[in-house]
């Protein structure tokens, strides 16, 4: 089991920037994988990024890819998700997730920080 709390939402105008973090109860390392997803009103959850956390190797959404950066602090059991030229229809609760094995999933999921960016 891990349990994950989300921070550093809030709201920002466009082009501005946030740093969103996730401290997990285990060290990242533990996992398999961890990622970012978001939620805007009236909408279905959207995959934002993903971190493989052994090799630190990286994935992002066509939406955010070379506005966003994922990164991992293990010393400080914590992800991060670096958020760059942010755009209107960034508007969304952001979650952070983790799959422990290979094969299983996110199945642990952080309650969710606001982020809300104005035109």
């Known amino acids: 089991q891990v349990q994950l709390v989300e921070s550093g939402g809030g709201s920002v105008q466009a082009g501005g920037s946030l740093r969103l973090s996730c401290a997990a109860s285990?060290?990242?390392?533990?996992?398999?994988?961890m990622g970012w997803f978001r939620q805007a009103p009236g909408k279905g959850r959207e995959w934002v990024a993903t971190?493989?956390?052994?090799?630190?190797?990286?994935s992002y959404a066509d939406s955010v890819k070379g506005r966003f950066a994922i990164s991992q602090d293990n010393a400080k059991n914590t992800l991060y998700l670096q958020m760059n030229s942010l755009k209107p229809e960034d508007t969304a609760m952001y979650y952070c997730?983790?799959?422990?094995?290979?094969?299983?999933?996110?199945?642990?999921w952080g309650q969710g920080t606001q982020v809300t960016v104005s035109s």
């Open positions: 285990r060290s990242t390392y533990t996992t398999y994988a």
């Open positions: 971190i493989y956390t052994t090799s630190g190797k990286t």
């Open positions: 997730a983790a799959a422990l094995n290979v094969g299983s999933g996110f199945k642990h």
